[in-house]
């Protein structure tokens, strides 16, 4: 898998214009249907990452996951970053800035599993782990949030010597295997999901 990282300066605005209109007529009827200029400009951003490097002729399926005829991949954008995840096989990406605000006590323990919240411990950064974990299976698998966050269960296996940690996933309506990846970066969490036996993740941060 390669993971492409953007940041975006919101006081460009002439770069802002520069992308929305480099994007296609699609991507730009959805960037300008968001009434905050920072969700355009990550909208925008995301759209020409995606264009620039999944390519082909990209379409949005029924669940809303966007797809390309030439390969795999998957976007997601906070604060002021945009990644994109390409890959050969189904994946799914999340990036979360770690909110210091978010009460994520009570989130857990509603929308999380037992054994995760044993991982979690009480520990903001290793919330932000899980739920970056476990959105970017659900955009891996094409399902959304239609599958309830606490009807599958990620595990931590091992942290590999660059920082990533490996971490699977524990599901009863799926057979296949699916590896997943988490790791920090300037505040926020990252992780991707790739339906394979196992992932290796090539970053490259990005200029738009």
């Known amino acids: 898998m390669k993971l492409y990282i953007a940041e975006i300066s919101f006081q460009d605005k002439d770069k802002y214009r520069e992308i929305l209109n480099s994007v296609s007529d699609e991507r730009r009827k959805k960037t300008l249907s968001y009434k905050i200029f920072e969700d355009r400009y990550r909208s925008a951003a995301a759209g020409c990452l995606a264009e620039k490097y999944a390519g082909g002729n990209i379409i949005v399926d029924e669940n809303g996951k966007p797809k390309s005829d030439r390969c795999f991949f998957n976007i997601s954008h906070s ?59 659900l955009k891996c698998i094409g399902t959304g949030f239609h599958k309830p966050l606490n009807g599958f269960s990620v595990k931590f296996e091992e942290e590999r010597e660059d920082g990533n940690k490996i971490f699977s996933v524990s599901q009863n309506d799926f057979e296949c295997r699916f590896s997943l990846v988490n790791f920090f970066f300037d505040n926020y969490e990252i992780s991707v999901c790739e339906k394979s036996d196992d992932l290796t993740v090539d970053i490259e941060r990005v200029i738009l």
């Open 79 to 137: 604060g002021k970053y945009v990644i994109v995840a390409v890959s050969d096989k189904e994946c799914g990406c999340d990036i979360e800035k770690t909110d210091e605000n978010v009460n994520f006590g009570r989130i857990s323990e509603r929308f999380f599993t037992e054994s995760e919240n044993e991982y979690i411990d009480f520990a903001r950064e290793r919330f932000f782990e899980i739920w970056t974990l476990k959105e970017s299976y």
